[in-house]
């Protein structure tokens, strides 16, 4: 168990949602929710990763707020630079565009959409060389707790990533995101108690490759909600939340966030 100083992070993973009309609104909402009751800096960290489509309009609604809202791109091309690679975004394209923050890993990319450890790979790499920070997702199938696989599985994907990450990078450029695939819009979330003791599993794996791994941020991911987020945020090894659903919600957003900051 970490006594832990790392600030919250709650990121809203808006997947391939809204439609851009609704972006502002959310913007809207989500300042006034802010205004009405800030959540300070140095409480929590705030991030949302809209699609490519809304990133710059919504880091620019952002800017008017009394805190740092961060965008987050929710993918990134395996191919650095610039290129004839069409329909693809780069770690640098994204840079250039001040997009300082992406996902990678996600099971929805591993399971729909071919991302395997290789590509992976090289996506943090390209991701870490052009100065972008990455929230690597990890989380096993249904089938796997059920065999007891889980935690080796997870444990086996914080690995994954070591030979293109340096031991400076994993303190303030990766945050994991542990996100059992069984509870991904499911509604059916890991219990407070089974997700901490991952938690904790996963800071003792990180203790073998960095000696940062008490100041790594480990995200908890699976249908976060207002109603149970607290219980996730009294837990000593959860750094915060990745959130779906519940993020396409202002209020219910600003309300995870606000139950994150309580824990400061
Ligand atoms: P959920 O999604 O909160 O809708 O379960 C989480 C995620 O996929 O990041």
């Known amino acids: 168990m970490s006594v832990s100083t790392i600030v ?21 909402q989500f300042n006034q929710c802010l205004q009405l009751a800030p959540i300070a800096q140095q409480q929590c960290n705030i991030a949302v990763a809209p699609t490519y489509l809304s990133l710059i309009s919504l880091k620019e609604n952002f800017t008017g707020y009394n805190r740092t809202v961060h965008v987050v791109a929710q993918d990134v091309s395996r191919f650095p630079g610039t290129g004839a690679y069409t329909g693809d975004i780069s770690a640098q394209l994204l840079q250039d565009a001040h997009v300082s923050y992406v996902l990678v890993g996600h099971s929805e990319r591993r399971e729909l959409l071919g991302d395997d450890t290789q590509i992976l790979c090289a996506k943090i790499k390209h991701a870490l060389d052009a100065g972008l920070t990455v929230v690597y997702c990890v989380g096993e199938s249904l089938a796997q707790r059920e065999n007891g696989e889980a935690e080796a599985v997870v444990l086996q994907q914080v690995k994954d990533i070591v030979p293109v990450v340096s031991a400076d990078q994993w303190e303030d450029r990766i945050i994991i995101a542990y996100e059992p695939i069984w509870a991904i819009g499911t509604g059916k979330t890991a219990s407070a108690d089974d997700a901490q003791a991952m938690h904790a599993k996963i800071r003792e794996g990180l203790k073998q490759i960095t000696a940062a791994s008490d100041r790594v941020a480990i995200l908890y991911g699976g249908s976060v909600k207002p109603e149970n987020a607290a219980d996730f945020a009294a837990c000593p090894d959860i750094n915060g939340a990745l959130v779906g659903g519940a993020s396409l919600s202002a209020t219910s957003f600003y309300k995870i966030a606000a139950s994150f900051a309580g824990k400061k």
Do not use: F, S
């Open 8 to 28: 919250p992070w709650v990121i809203g993973n808006w997947k391939m949602n809204p439609a851009t009309a609704d972006v502002q609104k959310w913007a809207q």
